[in-house]
């Protein structure tokens, strides 16, 4: 059963930030190994380079790597925009999967130097937690 009625702001707020965010990645991340994979390096915007050779993974495992890894952020990406649907349905497999969802995040965060996914998941999760009984 469903509880959209009667979903908390924290729920609403954190449903929509996994949709943005698991949206986002999951457009931008292809388009981005595509870039890679077609020219051999990452593309830069802004003097910032994405998912470049100098990310930890990179320098650990080289641009193959880059590009196999992106993958699997696309593939989180995915999982965070289903965790996001749940969510604003206020169901609890929602809950369960965005806080599932930490532990490869915090891994491209350190690995592939992306900022946002050192803060966006460990702050998601903690509202999660603490708003669990809203969920159904």
């Known amino acids: 059963s469903t509880n959209t009625t009667n ?9 929509v930030v996994f949709l943005v965010f ?11 190994l595509a870039y890679i994979i077609l020219n051999g390096s990452a593309p830069t915007l802004f003097g ?3 998912l470049d050779g100098n990310s930890l ?8 790597a880059v590009i196999a890894l992106g993958l699997a ?7 965070e925009a289903v965790a996001g649907f749940w969510l604003w349905q206020s169901m609890k497999k929602g809950g369960k999967l965005g806080i ?3 532990i490869p ?8 130097g992306i900022p946002a996914l ?19």
């Open 118 to 136: 050192y803060v966006v998941p460990p702050v998601t999760t903690v509202i999660l937690a603490s708003k669990w009984k809203n969920l159904c």
């Open 73 to 79: 952020l696309t593939a989180v990406a995915v999982l």
């Open 57 to 64: 993974i990179g320098k650990l495992w080289g641009l193959n």
């Open 7 to 15: 979903r908390s702001m924290s729920i609403t707020v954190v449903s």
């Open 100 to 102: 599932f969802l930490l």
């Open 105 to 112: 995040n915090l891994f491209f965060a350190v690995g592939f």
């Open 48 to 50: 910032i380079e994405f």
């Open 22 to 32: 698991g949206l986002g990645f999951a457009v931008t991340t292809p388009l981005i």
